[in-house]
Every structure is written in structure tokens, then in C-alpha cells.
């Protein structure tokens, strides 16, 4: 039997694409002060304006940051699956 190393490196492609990300939030922001503009049925301040693209820019980031970290779970998660399939099939009586 030949002794295999397990140290291969392993390439999984990214689940997100951090540039489509970022102008994507940029348009859920705008989105979300025209919603607010036309529900209140006010026109925001250009400093107004900048400020809340800033403030959700911030908490949508956060929200990517906490997708990635349970990213990294789910993969630890599926590794651990793979890992006990196959030896529930190498292991069968």
C-alpha cells in the first residue's frame, strides 16, 4: 500500500464575488432612500443622503461578513459529511 499525503492543496471556487457585492449594495441603497423619499414624501439632502449610503454600506458589509464566517461552517459541515459517507461505505460489514 502507498503512503498518500493529505496536505494537496484543495480549490473551492468563492461562493460570492466581492465586487458584484459592493455594487450591488451601493443599488440597495439607493433603492432604500428612494423607498424612504417616496413613502415620506421627502427629497433627502445630498449630506443626508451620503450619510445613509454610508451608514448601509456599513451594516450591509457586516451582513456579508457574518454570510462568510457561516460559509466557512457550511464547508467544515460538508467536509465532515463526505468524510462519514465514505466510511459508511468503506466500513460496511
Given at each position: 500500500?502507498?503512503?498518500?499525503s493529505?496536505?494537496?492543496?484543495?480549490?473551492?471556487?468563492?461562493?460570492?464575488?466581492?465586487?458584484?457585492?459592493?455594487?450591488?449594495?451601493?443599488?440597495?441603497?439607493?433603492?432604500?432612500?428612494e423607498?424612504?423619499?417616496?413613502?415620506?414624501?421627502?427629497?433627502?439632502?445630498?449630506?443626508?443622503?451620503?450619510?445613509?449610503?454610508?451608514?448601509?454600506?456599513?451594516?450591509?458589509?457586516?451582513?456579508?461578513?457574518?454570510?462568510?464566517?457561516?460559509?466557512?461552517?457550511?464547508?467544515?459541515?460538508?467536509?465532515?459529511?463526505?468524510?462519514?459517507?465514505?466510511?459508511?461505505?468503506?466500513?460496511?460489514?
Amino acid at each position: 500500500m502507498t503512503e498518500r499525503s493529505y496536505d494537496r492543496p484543495i480549490s473551492l471556487k468563492k461562493a460570492v464575488d466581492m465586487q458584484i457585492v459592493g455594487e450591488n449594495i451601493l443599488d440597495v441603497a439607493d433603492f432604500a432612500i428612494e423607498k424612504y423619499e417616496f413613502e415620506n414624501d421627502v427629497s433627502l439632502s445630498d449630506d443626508v443622503r451620503e450619510a445613509a449610503v454610508e451608514r448601509v454600506r456599513e451594516d450591509l458589509w457586516d451582513l456579508v461578513k457574518e454570510f462568510r464566517a457561516r460559509r466557512k461552517e457550511w464547508l467544515q459541515t460538508m467536509f465532515q459529511t463526505a468524510d462519514k459517507a465514505v466510511k459508511k461505505v468503506v466500513d460496511v460489514p
